[in-house]
């Protein structure tokens, strides 16, 4: 893989969305939120809004269904890590000039700040994979059905969800199978029986499912489910071992918002590093 001199490497919603997370919803612990996110700048506000407004629009109940039925056969393609990786990178948007970091060097970062802070070689994993699932936009999903927070579908969509209100013009809203806390669920079913919205966590987590500790799939599985892993919401779906889950969620986070790092991590240099990490633990090729 060579490192790329892409200055954008993302699609403006994608980047607008991650901005907004990290600087307008969930900034740094201890820095102050801006007063109202709504207020967020334009264009970037109207592109966050109108994410949003798709995403909480059709990510229905039966939405997520088709879609686990299309992808989840993991059929579409064969690719090592490195391909994976690669592919992710083409990735590009050349209409937003102010992206400094590509998708590699994104996760690269991530990875970094976790093996800087002596965490064990499978959480670095899953630093360098977490957003693999991106890939989805290549397969020529939208980027509501990629990115953003996730959230259960089939039963009501909690008020802590950003933008809640866009959630009006979705046909669940209204429809009493769906729209009651509990909704097609049982009290404490446990998160993996939920249906949550369609997107590249619950996707990535299908494709590593069964080559990586528990820990590290619950951090690939959950890490957009900000309603729960930073609102507390939804714990009458979880069970115990969820509960006992989160904390490695919550632990995965910080690095995935806030490792921008002003001295951007050298690929070529640390590539062998990272081969080791992979054949360690993952085949030679994933199923995507
Ligand atoms: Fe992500
Ligand atoms: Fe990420």
Same mark, same amino acid.
């Given at each position: 893989?060579?490192?790329?001199? @892409?200055?954008?490497? %993302?699609?403006?919603?994608?980047?607008?969305?991650?901005?907004?997370?990290? *600087?307008?919803?969930?900034?740094?612990?201890?820095?102050?939120?801006?007063?109202?996110?709504?207020?967020?700048? @334009?264009?970037?506000?109207? %592109?966050?809004?109108?994410?949003?407004?798709?995403?909480?629009?059709?990510?229905?109940f039966d939405f997520v269904q088709q879609k686990r039925e299309e992808y989840l056969k993991l059929d579409r393609k064969r690719l090592s890590?490195?391909d994976a990786?690669?592919f992710?990178?083409?990735?590009?948007?050349?209409?937003?000039?102010?992206?400094?970091?590509? *998708?590699?060097?994104?996760?690269?970062?991530?990875?970094?700040?976790?093996?800087?802070?002596?965490?064990?070689?499978?959480?670095?994993?899953?630093?360098?994979?977490?957003?693999l699932g991106k890939v989805l936009c290549l397969f020529g999903e939208?980027?509501?059905a990629v990115?953003?927070? %996730?959230?259960?579908t089939?039963?009501?969509?909690?008020?802590?969800?950003?933008?809640?209100?866009?959630?009006?013009?979705?046909?669940?809203?209204?429809?009493?199978?769906?729209?009651?806390?509990?909704?097609?669920?049982?009290?404490?079913?446990?998160?993996r029986n939920?249906q949550m919205s369609w997107g590249h966590d619950e996707y990535l987590y299908h494709v590593l499912k069964d080559y990586?500790?528990?820990?590290?799939l619950?951090?690939i599985r959950?890490?957009?489910?900000?309603?729960?892993?930073?609102?507390?919401?939804?714990?009458?779906?979880?069970?115990?071992?969820?509960?006992?889950?989160?904390?490695?969620?919550?632990?995965?986070?910080?690095?995935?918002?806030?490792? @921008?790092?002003?001295?951007?991590?050298?690929?070529?240099?640390?590539?062998?590093?990272? %081969?080791?990490?992979?054949?360690?633990?993952l085949p030679?090729e994933l199923s995507f």
């Amino acid at each position: 893989m060579k490192p790329t001199n @892409k200055k954008a490497a %993302t699609p403006d919603a994608m980047q607008a969305w991650e901005d907004f997370v990290e *600087q307008q919803v969930y900034p740094v612990p201890g820095a102050k939120a801006k007063e109202d996110y709504r207020n967020y700048d @334009k264009p970037a506000r109207d %592109t966050v809004r109108d994410f949003y407004q798709q995403n909480h629009r059709y990510q229905s109940f039966d939405f997520v269904q088709q879609k686990r039925e299309e992808y989840l056969k993991l059929d579409r393609k064969r690719l090592s890590v490195f391909d994976a990786l690669d592919f992710l990178n083409t990735l590009v948007d050349d209409s937003d000039p102010d992206i400094e970091l590509d *998708q590699l060097q994104h996760l690269l970062q991530t990875s970094e700040a976790i093996r800087t802070d002596g965490h064990p070689d499978w959480f670095v994993l899953v630093g360098l994979l977490h957003d693999l699932g991106k890939v989805l936009c290549l397969f020529g999903e939208p980027q509501w059905a990629v990115v953003g927070d %996730t959230f259960p579908t089939g039963c009501e969509y909690s008020d802590r969800i950003v933008y809640h209100e866009f959630f009006a013009a979705n046909p669940d809203f209204d429809n009493t199978r769906y729209n009651s806390r509990l909704g097609v669920y049982q009290k404490n079913c446990g998160l993996r029986n939920v249906q949550m919205s369609w997107g590249h966590d619950e996707y990535l987590y299908h494709v590593l499912k069964d080559y990586l500790p528990e820990p590290a799939l619950y951090m690939i599985r959950y890490h957009s489910f900000y309603a729960w892993h930073r609102e507390g919401e939804y714990d009458w779906l979880c069970d115990d071992h969820d509960r006992e889950m989160l904390s490695w969620v919550q632990n995965f986070n910080p690095y995935d918002l806030y490792s @921008k790092s002003p001295q951007p991590p050298n690929w070529q240099e640390l590539r062998p590093y990272y %081969t080791g990490l992979i054949n360690k633990y993952l085949p030679t090729e994933l199923s995507f």
